[in-house]
């Protein structure tokens, strides 16, 4: 089944405490990119990248870290979550082709409570 | 960047009465949009999308019309039933893709 996953699904940290959330997809698609959601904002993008070892930042990237050293995975780490970035977040991912991106698969989300 | 904007944030439409949601944007050459739906709880998935060539795509009750000189385009939902509340996002994809903040759409019985 096509799909994209994320992990965990909720998680409640501390202050300062690293922490990673995991995206993967298997559907071989270029473009994948991490997006937070919060009421009254929409969507907003925090990270893309549209290839392997390709990454630029979107429109909220501060305290936010991304990698692609494989194509299907695309975690996002943040090395010290604050307060302010307790936020539902979403991983997506898509064809890209000619500069567009195509359909976006997002996944489940990840509920984050930074205390 | 690209530059969405959408309307109206919320609408309230009677079951059966059709709701219309409308996005702007600012970069001439985007030539892609989609539309997305986010029921409660629930990842947004596309529900419709349309390519610059063409200037209107319809999928039973769901429609999307384009006017690129004016910069902007619609969803049109016809005949609307309750399991239509959901929010809404256009999006305008360009490197970085740019969602409208949303528009919650709530169906009277």
């Known amino acids: 089944e096509a799909q994209v996953t994320q992990n965990p699904r909720y998680l409640i940290t501390v202050t300062g405490k690293k922490l990673t959330v995991t995206c993967s997809q298997n559907m071989n698609h270029e473009y994948m990119s991490w997006y937070r959601q919060d009421p009254g904002l929409g969507l907003r993008q925090i990270y893309y990248?549209?290839?392997?070892?390709?990454?630029d930042k979107g429109d909220v990237p501060e305290g936010y870290k991304v990698s692609r050293k494989e194509k299907r995975n695309f975690p996002l780490i943040l090395e010290s979550p604050s307060p302010n970035q307790t936020s539902l977040y979403f991983c997506?991912?898509?064809?890209?082709?000619?500069?567009?991106?195509?359909?976006?698969?997002f996944g489940p989300g990840t509920r984050l409570l930074v205390l | 960047g690209e530059n969405v904007e959408q309307h109206p944030s919320t609408l309230s439409v009677q079951e059966g009465d059709s709701a219309v949601i409308k996005c702007t944007y600012s970069?001439?050459?985007?030539?892609?949009f989609p539309w997305y739906k986010q029921e409660l709880g629930k990842r947004p998935q596309l529900i419709i999308d349309i390519r610059s060539n063409v200037g209107e795509k319809k999928d039973q009750r769901i429609a999307v019309t384009l006017n690129k000189t004016a910069k902007h385009f619609s969803l049109h939902i016809t005949e609307t039933q309750p399991e239509d509340s959901a929010v809404y996002f256009c999006?305008?994809?360009?490197?970085?893709?740019?969602f409208g903040t949303g528009t919650r759409l709530t169906i009277i019985p």
């Open positions: 999006a305008a994809p360009g490197e970085k893709l740019t």
């Open positions: 990248s549209m290839n392997v070892e390709v990454t």
């Open positions: 970069d001439s050459a985007s030539n892609y």
């Open positions: 997506a991912s898509s064809l890209y082709q000619r500069g567009i991106q195509e359909t976006q698969y």
